[in-house]
């Protein structure tokens, strides 16, 4: 373990020396915060109004602010991370620096896991500076410390899905650019395409006019494919912490495909960080494989 965190961190220091003599993290944080701020706040403002008509502040608005913000940090996090990341190798090997690195003692995988955990160190800074804005909910209560470490724990295993992946494709692509392209396509596929899947698969069974019933069979093979979505991740954590109201934002779309509360259990928000932890292990190692000077060539 000692040995392991002595290869990765001189790539990890000098990542991030890197990055904190710019002023890109100082904008990240800002412009996330900045965001989050002004949703959270339209929300706010949105009470004051409703309570000013009705004469009370309904409670299921605090857990839609809630629900809105969590959703818009979960989002941008997707949509920043293969931004961080896929120009992690991809970068080295423009610079023609990459060779360098390869003839030091370090390993392939020391290079790759230093280079991930130097851009999820901006993402983690990201997570924990949003808590003041996600405290506003804290303060009316209905969500505990418990349920804000679990999503903040959901935010970190999000983005080291998403930062594995965008790594994958920035070690076995040349250019930075396809290896962006390529990383927001895996990251819109996780997200739309298994949906996408699964309906098609619904309507080929329906086609085919075959005796299947969804509610009798809520568990078949094909459901397991969105542990590796993080929005159905997401929208299981919410229905397990504040309910399924008809006023959240995500549930009219994962209505549209049916998605039963036997298929979201209290199980399911563990399981799916589960797969998304193996896989993202397992595109590391593949990472490693992309970069590694022994590797046979076809």
């Not at 965190?5 to 904190?20: A, F, G």
């Amino acid at each position: 373990m000692i040995k392991a965190y002595h290869n990765i961190r001189p790539v990890y220091q000098k990542e991030t020396l890197s990055s904190s003599r710019t002023s890109r993290l100082t904008v990240i944080v800002l412009v996330f915060n900045l965001i989050l701020a002004l949703v959270g706040l339209l929300q706010l403002q949105i009470m004051v109004r409703s309570s000013s008509y009705y004469g009370e502040v309904p409670y299921s608005s605090l857990l839609q602010m809630y629900t809105l913000v969590a959703t818009f940090e979960a989002a941008f996090l997707l949509f920043i991370v293969p931004g961080l990341t896929a120009g992690s190798i991809s970068g080295e090997r423009e610079r023609q620096t990459l060779d360098l690195l390869l003839c030091t003692r370090l390993r392939p995988i020391d290079i790759i896991i230093g280079k991930l955990l130097s851009c999820l160190s901006t993402v983690f800074v990201l997570i924990f500076s949003s808590l003041p804005v996600l405290a506003l909910v804290y303060i009316y209560g209905g969500i505990g410390l418990k349920d804000l470490g679990l999503l903040f724990f959901c935010l970190a295993v999000t983005a080291l899905f998403a930062g594995s992946v965008s790594i994958f494709f920035s070690s076995w692509m040349k250019k930075t650019t396809m290896a962006t392209v390529l990383s927001y396509v895996a990251v819109i596929f996780m997200v739309a395409g298994t949906y996408l899947i699964l309906d098609m698969i619904f309507k080929i069974i329906n086609l085919l006019s075959v005796n299947y019933s969804y509610q009798e069979n809520p568990m078949q093979i094909w459901n397991y494919l969105l542990l590796m979505n993080p929005a159905v991740t997401f929208y299981s954590l919410f229905r397990q912490q504040i309910g399924g109201s008809d006023s959240m934002l995500l549930q009219g779309w994962y209505n549209t495909y049916i998605i039963s509360d036997h298929i979201l259990s209290l199980g399911w928000v563990m399981a799916s960080c589960a797969v998304q932890l193996v896989l993202s292990a397992l595109f590391i190692w593949l990472a490693a494989r992309g970069i590694c000077p022994l590797r046979k060539k076809s």
